[in-house]
């Protein structure tokens, strides 16, 4: 057996958590294998809204085990309030969660240090979600992190005492903001005794004897393929591998393992925070955008920066994931523009370039675009490819041919029900 992967291609906000959830069916273990309580996977389920910031999106199918994987780091009281919301919703989440041991946790002082970091950047803020993500990354790779496995061991208060010490020697640093230590510290303790009803696994073990026994796996990423730490904007990215590749290092799994790679984009594109964004409309239809397809932060609850789709970023994207099949998502978001708009290249330094350049924070780049006549009409009613209007099938058979990559799924509203499916939509086996 092998491990599919689904993640973004944009900076994030692409729709994931939803196609997760019409794809978990398929599977018998969703794993998230990066990122943190900075991920905001948005589901519609019966109505009702759910928010997601740490449990894979698998969890709403009632047959699945859910892993959060070694790559992911862990606030443990963002973690208690997902676990208490799904609960009161009637959702169950015992024995269907599993927690790999080597998932690094989130201090308080880890967020302490990272809202000291951002503020004393001032002009120069990289728009962090103030969660604690980057400080913990930067502990795990200095070798000083705490993992989800030692708060079952002899020496974890200790332990815990020494990394708050340098964290705060490193806060005394920056210049006093405001931060009730001692509240979030009372919050954060309680919240262990909840972590510690959850099973706890050696993630890699785990997938390796589910893979061996014949179940399927569905990875699930978070953020998106332009916020990876090497390959995304730089240096206006996340603190983790957000591409295919994390998700060899973020569950243990081998690359011979991968399978399909589902790509999720959104129909157009979005951006929270700083950074560069070549295709960003600051205009009416910007504006549009952002109202009509409720632009705005899951996590945060910043407004979205809102642009047309960039098909250079995306062909970039695809490639370094090794995509095999596209999924656009938030089409009818555009129902009832007249034109709508796609970037195709690039024009700086007095040349056209279809590669995106070393640094978009440095190169001014001016979009060539390709312009299509909107279908003006709802998609509501559409069931199946070839209900959608032809304006909206010319778009998509355009991205296809530009990409070179098959549109499988193409969502057309935020409900589990509201997704057109067409071939090549199938688990690995």
């Not at 894979?56 to 959060?68: A, K, V």
């Not at 002082?109 to 728009?127: F, M, N, P, Q, V």
């Not at 931060?179 to 890699?204: C, H, K, T, Y």
Request: aromatic content about 8%.
């Amino acid at each position: 057996m092998q491990v599919d992967v689904l993640l973004g291609l944009q900076w994030g906000d692409e729709g994931k958590g939803k196609i997760v959830d019409v794809l978990a069916s398929r599977y018998q273990i969703v794993a998230r294998f990066q990122g943190g309580p900075n991920a905001g996977h948005t589901l519609v389920i019966g109505g009702k809204k759910f928010v997601l910031h740490t449990i894979p999106s698998g969890i709403f199918r009632e047959h699945l085990i859910n892993l959060i994987g070694n790559g992911v780091v862990l606030d443990p009281v963002t973690l208690e309030k997902e676990i208490t919301q799904l609960t009161t919703a009637g959702i169950s989440v015992q024995n269907r969660l599993l927690l790999s041991r080597k998932a690094h946790l989130i201090l308080p002082t880890h967020r302490y240090l990272d809202a000291a970091s951002e503020a004393a950047k001032g002009s120069s803020k990289i728009g962090s979600t103030l969660k604690g993500i980057g400080p913990t990354y930067m502990d795990k790779t200095g070798r000083n992190g705490i993992r989800t496995g030692d708060i079952h061991l002899a020496g974890f208060d200790q332990r815990y005492q020494t990394l708050k010490k340098k964290h705060l020697h490193l806060i005394s640093l920056f210049p006093e903001i405001e931060f009730n230590l001692a509240e979030e510290e009372e919050r954060w303790m309680a919240s262990l005794d909840a972590l510690r009803q959850i099973p706890q696994v050696d993630g890699e073990y785990y997938l390796h004897d589910a893979l061996q026994s014949g179940k399927r796996v569905l990875a699930e990423g978070a953020q998106g393929s332009l916020l990876d730490i090497d390959f995304g904007t730089y240096p206006f990215v996340t603190s983790s591998n957000t591409i295919t590749a994390g998700v060899c290092t973020g569950l243990g799994i081998a690359p011979q393992r991968i399978g399909e790679v589902y790509g999720v984009t959104k129909a157009y594109c979005t951006r929270v925070g700083s950074g560069p964004f070549p295709t960003e409309l600051h205009d009416e239809a910007g504006d549009y955008l952002r109202k009509v397809g409720h632009e705005f932060g899951s996590t945060t609850g910043r407004p979205r920066r809102c642009g047309w789709v960039d098909l250079p970023l995306l062909k970039y994207s695809i490639m370094l994931n090794g995509v095999t099949q596209l999924v656009v998502t938030k089409i009818d978001v555009m129902n009832a523009m007249s034109e709508i708009q796609a970037a195709t290249a690039y024009r700086y330094e007095g040349k056209r370039h279809t590669n995106v350049p070393y640094d978009l924070n440095l190169v001014s780049v001016e979009p060539e675009w390709h312009a299509f006549a909107g279908w003006e009409q709802e998609l509501a009613s559409c069931t199946k490819f070839e209900d959608l209007p032809q304006p909206c099938r010319s778009f998509i058979h355009y991205l296809e041919e530009f990409l070179h990559v098959p549109v499988t799924m193409v969502s057309t509203g935020p409900e589990r029900e509201s997704l057109i499916e067409r071939e090549r939509v199938s688990a690995s086996a």
